[in-house]
C-alpha cells in the first residue's frame, strides 16, 4: 500500500519529450519492470488511452502511474510518473504536470537529437526547480549519435550531459540504470510546512459512472473520503467520495498524504469545478493561498464549424457537450453562416487542438463537417474608443467604424540544422517575422523571431516542415497585441458574397492573396451547368476575378446491357458527394474550398 | 408488402453472354477473358447456356422471346456451328417471336469474318461489328487486333453474306484525337451505310488498363465539340439519334436495345449475365446474375443450379427506369412508366416537377422527355431519383 511508504522514499517525476521521442514506449517498458501490469494487461503504450493519441503518439491528456520498486539499497521506493502532453498547445497542462513533480527525464531520440519542443518544456522544468536527467533513448537504432546528441543536449539546453544514460526502451537496455537514478537523484518531496490540505490538481476528466475525476499532487494535508472540500479558484465545495491512486488500474486507498499523487472522486458533475492548476483545501480550514501557477485557460485559435447536413446539428450540439465534460480549453458557442448554415464558433488552445477536435467528432460521433479557416482573436478599437474582441471576420466591423486593429504577435523559437537557416530565415520573412536572436549551437541553429500569430495559424507548421525537409522544431509563446494595417479579404461567388470564406489579413499582402484565392476557388469549384464567377473584394473594391467555366455535357456514353448496378454505385457516389457541397446560390461549393483559405500554395 | 399493380404484358428479350476475347482491351470493363491456347470449349459453354435457358423457363412461362441479342467478349469467335446448336437449342425451348431481331457482335477480323455467312444461316438476323476506328494508329492505341481495312473487309463480307441490318460501331475522343480527325473517322463510316451506327465517347472505366495507365484524352471543350459535330454529320446523312450514343436510318433502331431501355423485361444466360424479369402475381420486379467466371458459370450450370433472383427494392424503380428511359431522345410516356414499374406517376411527379422547372424536362405532362439542355445533362438529372 503506497501510504506505508514514508515520504523521503516517494519520487515524482515526468518525462520531457518531442512526439516520437519514444516516451510511451519508454513509460510502458518502466511499468512492465515494476510489475505495475502483467504480460497479458500489458497492451501497448497504457498510457495513451484514446485512440487518436495512439495514432499520432501524442499524450492529449496527463495521466499518471504510482509503481512500487525495489532498488539496490534493497529498499522499497515509491515512484509516481506523471505523463505529460507533448505539444506546444498544451504548454499550461505541461507546466501543471512538472509543478506536481520534483524530477524530469529529458528523453532526447538518440539520432534525431533535440527539438524546440522538448527545450522549451525543459526550461519550464528547470525554472520550476526540477531535477532533470538526461536520458537518450533508442540507442540501439544503427542511427543513433549519443555523443552529438549529448553535446547538443550541453550546447541548446545548457545542462551537463555527461553522465546521460543510454537506453534503449525497445530492447529493455538501460531501464535497471534508469531506475536507480530515478531514486538517486530525484528528490524527495519537501516535508510540507504545516498540515493544512493543499492538492494540485493536474488534470481532470469525466468518467460516465464516477463523474469527474481529478488527478492531483497532494502538497500539504491529506485526502480522505467525506473530506469537504474547496475549490480555490471556483469556490465551490465538493465532499470527497473516493482517493486512490493508478497501479496504472484505479485502487483505492482511503487516504493521499502529502508528496503524493493519486486520484480524486468527489461527486463533480463538471469539469469547470475541477480546473486544472487549481487547488483543493479543507472547506473547514482552507489555506490562505492557493497554489501559485494557476491560470484561466484561454482559447487562441478560433473556426466555425458546421455540419454538411443541417439535419445534423442536434446531434452536433451534444457531440461538444459530451467533449467539453472532458476538455475544459475546449469552447463554443452558436454560430449562423449564411453559406453553410447553423454551426458552432470554436476555440482552441491551437492548431493541433482543433484537429483533434476535429477529428474526435467525425470520428467518434459520425459527423461530417465543414471547418472555416481558423483564425487568431484581433483586438479591435471602434470610434468611439470601445475594444472588441473579434474572433470571427464576418463580425468585424466596417472599416469606417474602426480606429485600429491589433493583432497578437508570439515569440517563436526555431531550432534547425545550419544547412537549412537560410529557407526557414525566408519563411519568417515572408510570414511578417522580425528576427530577434540568432544562436549558432554547434551544428543547430536557434532563431527567436516575433511573428503574427495569424501567419502562424494559417499554414507555418507545414511550410516550416517542408523547407526545413522535417528538420526544424518550432514552439511558440504569446507575446503581445500590436497595431498593424489589416482588412478584410471576402470573396464573392456568382456575385454572393461567402462569409465563411471571408480572411482578416494584412492590407499590402490584399492584392496577391487575393489572386490566389481566385485562382485557388477556381480549380477546387467543379464545372456547373453554368459559368461561376469568383471574385475577391476589399470592402466594394473588387480586387481579383476569376470564373469557372460551364460544363458543356453530363452523360454516360454508353448505358448497354442489364447490369445497371455499376452505374448506380457510380451515381450514387456522385450524389453523395454533391451532398457534401455546399449550395450558395446554384452555385455547389466543394467543402475543400473552406479550407483553402489555408492552403494556398507558393 | 408490395404495392406494384402491373396491368399489362411486358415485352420480353433474351441476353446471352460470350465471354472471350482474343485478348483484352485497354478500354474495355465488360466481363471478357482473354481466350486460352487451348482454344474455346464451345459445345460445353453451349450445353451450359442451354442449361441455363432450361432452367429459367418456368420463370417466363409461356412468354414470347421478341429479341436475341448476343454478347460479349467477342461472340463470333465461336463457331458457325456452335451458334446455330445454340439458337436451335433456344428454338426448342422458348417460343421465339418469328420476326425475332436476333443480333450478334463480331471483331472485324480476318478469321471472324470468313464466318458471317454461316452466321447468317443459322438465323443471325443483325450483326453489330466492333470498328471502333477507322484510323490503324488509334486502332493500334485502342489495343483492337484488326486494322482499318480489315474492318472495311469484314463489313463488305457482312453484306455479301446477305445482312440487311448491320451496326458499326465507332468511338470518339480517342488519345490525342483532333477534331478533324474525329470527323473524318465518321465520315468514313456514314459512307459505307450501314443501318445503324453507335457514336460512343471513350471513356475511362475503373478496373480497366486505360484507368491505372491513362493516356491523353480530349478535353471537355473537344470532346463535347465532337459530339456536337457527330450528332450534325449523322443527321444530315439521315441516321436518326434515338438515344445518346445510338443512331439509325430509318425503322432500323435496336429493338434488343430499345427494350432494356424501355425498362422491358429480359432473361440473361451466360458467365456474368444480368436479367431482369416483372412477377406481376407476385407484384415485384427481380434481377438475376450469373457467375461471371467462365469455368466457374459452367460448372454451376452443371450441376443444374439457378441464383435465386434478387428483388428490386421498390424505392429503386423510379431510378432504375430512368437511368435509361432518359437516354432515349423521344423520353417515355407517363404511362410507359406505371405499366413497367408498377408505381404511380404521383411517386415521381415531385422530381420531375423540379427537373421541368430547371429546364432540363420538355413541359409535356404525358410525355417525360429530355429538353436540348436536358439532353446534355442526364447524368445531372438521374440522381435525382435516388433515394439515398
Known amino acids: 500500500m503506497s501510504s506505508e511508504i514514508p515520504l523521503e522514499r516517494i519520487r515524482n517525476f515526468s518525462i520531457i519529450a518531442h512526439i516520437d521521442h519514444g516516451k510511451s514506449t519508454l513509460s510502458d517498458r518502466l511499468i512492465q519492470r515494476c510489475g505495475g501490469l502483467s504480460q497479458r494487461e500489458m497492451s501497448e503504450q497504457v498510457l495513451d488511452s484514446m485512440d487518436i493519441e495512439r495514432e499520432r503518439g501524442i499524450t492529449i491528456k496527463a495521466q499518471s502511474v504510482s509503481l512500487n520498486y525495489t532498488a539496490e539499497d534493497g529498499q522499497e521506493y515509491l515512484l509516481n510518473f506523471i505523463d505529460t502532453p507533448g505539444h506546444v498547445d498544451f504548454s499550461y497542462e505541461v507546466s501543471r504536470s512538472l509543478s506536481a513533480c520534483e524530477g524530469a527525464l529529458l528523453i532526447v531520440d538518440a539520432s534525431q537529437g533535440v527539438e524546440a519542443q522538448s527545450v522549451a518544456n525543459c526550461y519550464t522544468a528547470l525554472d520550476q526547480d526540477l531535477e532533470v536527467i538526461p536520458v537518450l533513448n533508442k540507442i540501439d537504432l544503427p542511427a543513433a549519435d549519443p555523443d552529438r546528441v549529448v553535446s547538443e543536449i550541453e550546447e541548446v539546453i545548457g545542462i551537463e550531459a555527461h553522465g546521460a544514460l543510454f537506453v534503449s526502451a525497445k530492447t ?110 479543507s472547506a473547514d480550514h482552507p489555506a490562505e493561498e492557493p497554489l501559485p501557477g494557476f491560470q484561466e485557460v484561454q482559447a487562441k485559435v478560433f473556426a466555425g464549424l458546421f455540419p454538411t447536413n443541417s439535419e445534423q446539428y442536434p446531434d452536433f450540439r451534444d457531440a461538444l457537450e459530451k467533449l467539453r465534460l472532458n476538455d475544459a480549453s475546449l469552447n463554443y458557442e452558436p454560430e449562423t453562416s449564411e453559406a453553410l448554415g447553423f454551426g458552432f464558433r470554436c476555440g482552441f488552445l491551437g492548431m493541433l487542438h482543433m484537429e483533434i477536435i476535429q477529428e474526435r467528432l467525425e470520428r467518434e460521433y459520425n459527423l461530417d463537417l465543414i471547418t472555416t479557416a481558423p483564425t487568431v482573436v484581433y483586438e479591435v478599437e471602434n470610434n468611439k474608443g470601445e475594444v472588441l474582441n473579434i474572433h470571427n471576420p464576418a463580425q468585424l466591423p466596417e472599416s469606417n467604424h474602426i480606429a485600429e ?141 476569376s470564373s469557372v467555366k460551364a460544363l458543356r455535357k453530363n452523360v454516360t456514353a454508353k448505358c448497354y446491357g442489364g447490369d445497371i448496378t455499376r452505374k448506380r454505385k457510380l451515381l450514387e457516389k456522385q450524389k453523395a458527394g454533391k451532398k457534401r457541397m455546399k449550395q450558395i446560390g446554384r452555385v455547389e461549393i466543394p467543402q475543400e474550398a473552406f479550407l483553402a483559405v489555408l492552403k494556398v500554395e507558393k | 408488402m408490395s404495392q406494384l399493380h402491373f396491368s399489362e404484358a411486358i415485352p420480353l428479350s433474351l441476353y446471352i453472354h460470350l465471354p472471350w476475347c482474343l485478348k483484352k482491351c485497354p478500354y474495355c470493363d465488360f466481363n471478357s477473358h482473354a481466350q486460352k491456347e487451348e482454344g474455346l470449349p464451345e459445345e460445353r459453354y453451349v450445353d451450359a447456356l442451354l442449361k441455363d435457358l432450361e432452367l429459367s423457363v418456368p420463370l417466363v412461362w409461356g412468354r414470347t422471346v421478341s429479341s436475341i441479342f448476343i454478347g460479349g467478349g467477342t461472340p463470333s469467335l465461336f463457331s458457325a456451328e456452335s451458334i446455330a446448336t445454340l439458337l436451335s437449342g433456344i428454338r426448342s425451348l422458348i417460343k421465339l417471336s418469328p420476326n425475332a431481331e436476333i443480333t450478334l457482335e463480331a471483331n472485324p477480323g480476318t478469321f471472324e469474318s470468313e464466318k458471317f455467312a454461316g452466321f447468317a444461316a443459322a438465323g443471325i438476323n443483325r450483326l453489330s461489328i466492333g470498328v471502333q476506328s477507322l484510323d490503324d494508329q488509334q486502332l493500334q492505341q485502342l489495343g483492337r487486333v484488326h486494322d482499318a481495312q480489315q474492318a472495311l473487309t469484314a463489313y463488305e463480307t457482312a453484306r455479301s453474306a446477305g445482312f440487311t441490318n448491320i451496326n458499326l460501331d465507332m468511338m470518339y475522343a480517342l488519345p490525342k484525337q483532333t477534331q478533324a480527325e474525329a470527323e473524318q473517322d465518321l465520315e468514313q463510316l456514314i459512307a459505307l451505310q450501314p443501318e445503324h451506327i453507335s457514336y460512343y465517347q471513350l471513356t475511362l472505366e475503373p478496373n480497366t488498363l486505360f484507368h491505372k495507365y491513362p493516356p491523353v484524352l480530349p478535353e471537355h471543350e473537344l470532346s463535347a465539340q465532337m459530339s456536337d459535330t457527330g450528332q450534325e ?62 469455368e466457374q458459370y459452367m460448372q454451376f450450370m452443371e450441376a443444374g443450379n439457378l441464383e435465386t433472383p434478387q428483388v428490386v427494392p421498390e424505392q429503386d424503380l423510379a431510378f432504375e427506369f430512368f437511368l435509361n428511359g432518359l437516354r432515349l431522345n423521344d423520353g417515355v410516356t407517363t404511362s410507359l412508366f406505371e405499366q413497367r414499374t408498377g408505381l404511380g406517376l404521383e411517386s415521381v411527379a415531385e422530381i420531375l416537377g423540379k427537373l421541368r422547372d430547371r429546364g432540363l424536362l420538355n413541359d409535356d405532362p404525358s410525355q417525360i422527355q429530355t429538353s436540348e439542355t436536358g439532353r446534355r445533362f442526364i447524368d445531372e438529372m438521374t440522381p435525382e431519383f435516388l433515394n439515398t
Open chain 1, 172 to 281: 529493455g537496455e538501460g531501464i535497471d540504470e534508469l531506475l536507480e537514478q530515478i531514486v538517486e537523484k530525484v528528490p524527495p518531496p519537501k516535508p510540507p510546512e504545516d498540515d493544512v490540505l493543499r492538492a494540485l490538481i493536474i488534470d481532470s476528466w469525466f468518467d460516465n459512472y464516477l463523474g469527474v475525476v481529478s488527478l492531483v499532487r497532494v502538497m500539504s494535508g491529506e485526502l480522505k473520503p467525506r473530506q469537504k472540500l474547496l475549490a480555490m479558484a471556483t469556490g465551490r465545495n465538493h465532499l470527497v467520495d473516493k482517493v486512490g491512486i493508478f497501479t496504472p488500474k484505479a485502487k483505492d486507498t482511503q487516504r493521499l498524504g502529502a508528496g503524493e499523487v493519486g486520484y480524486l472522486i468527489a461527486g463533480m458533475k463538471d469539469i469547470d469545478a475541477a480546473r486544472v492548476g487549481d487547488t483543493f483545501t
Open chain 2, 233 to 294: 454529320l449523322l443527321a444530315s446523312a439521315g441516321y436518326h439519334q434515338y438515344e445518346v450514343s445510338a443512331y439509325a436510318l430509318n425503322d432500323k433502331q435496336c429493338r434488343h436495345n430499345n427494350n432494356y431501355w424501355e425498362f422491358g423485361d429480359y432473361l440473361g444466360i451466360g458467365a456474368g449475365a444480368h436479367g431482369k424479369l416483372t412477377q406481376p402475381a407476385l407484384q415485384q420486379i427481380t434481377r438475376t446474375t450469373k457467375p461471371r467466371q467462365p
Open chain 1, 405 to 545: 486593429i491589433r493583432e497578437p504577435i508570439i515569440q517563436a523559437n526555431i531550432l534547425m540544422p545550419q544547412t537549412v537557416v537560410g529557407d526557414v530565415i525566408k519563411l519568417c520573412i515572408e510570414k511578417r517575422g522580425v528576427q530577434k536572436k540568432m544562436t549558432y549551437l554547434g551544428n543547430q541553429v536557434q532563431l527567436v523571431y516575433e511573428i503574427p500569430m495569424s501567419e502562424v495559424v494559417m499554414d507555418f507548421f507545414d511550410r516550416l516542415k517542408s523547407v526545413s525537409r522535417g528538420y526544424a522544431s518550432f514552439d511558440y509563446s504569446f507575446l503581445r497585441f500590436s497595431a498593424a494595417p489589416l482588412v478584410k479579404l471576402d470573396i464573392l461567388i456568382n456575385g454572393d458574397k461567402v462569409d465563411a470564406l471571408a480572411v482578416i489579413i494584412h492590407k499590402e499582402a490584399s492584392q496577391r492573396r487575393g489572386r490566389e484565392l481566385t485562382e485557388k476557388m477556381r480549380e477546387i469549384i467543379p464545372r456547373q451547368m453554368f459559368e461561376v464567377a469568383i471574385q475577391a473584394a476589399i470592402g466594394s473594391h473588387i480586387i481579383a476575378r
